[in-house]
Nanobody, 121 residues
Framework: QVQLVESGGGLVQPGGSLRLSCAAS????????MGWYRQAPGKQRELVAF???????NYADSVKGRFTISRDNARNTVSLQMNSLKPEDTAVYYC???????????????WGQGTQVTVSS
């Protein structure tokens, strides 16, 4: 009923940039929080950044000053601009959205399928 589809991952050299995008579709009344998480091999999934409906943002300390999250409420999309990438940013990046499918219903968490980001020379 609700789908999140990510795009934009890939291989980039250290110091390079990538832009991830995530589009939500389906039965959507309102999207509250939207965010990006990542999971590196052998590690737990961690929060990278999130953005509220009114575009308040929060970032993990490890990405502050390098990553920028933004959203388009009209298009139900969220993006993550990643600059000055480091090898330790290598991970599968997941989009998450907290979505109310209909008016008066409690919002639920939805996840994308993940997109690989590899930072290597």
């Amino acid at each position: 009923q609700v789908q999140l589809v990510e795009s934009g991952g890939g291989l980039v050299q250290p110091g390079g940039s990538l832009r991830l995008s995530c589009a939500a579709s389906g039965s959507i009344f309102r999207i509250n929080l939207m965010g990006w998480y990542r999971q590196a091999p052998g590690k737990q999934r961690e929060l990278v950044a999130f953005i509220t409906y009114i575009s308040s943002t929060n970032y993990a300390d490890s990405v502050k000053g390098r990553f920028t999250i933004s959203r388009d409420n009209a298009r139900n999309t969220v993006s993550l601009q990643m600059n000055s990438l480091k090898p330790e940013d290598t991970a599968v990046y997941y989009c998450k959205a907290v979505i109310a499918s209909r008016a008066g219903t409690s919002p639920a968490d939805y996840w994308g399928q993940g997109t690989q980001v590899t930072v290597s020379s």
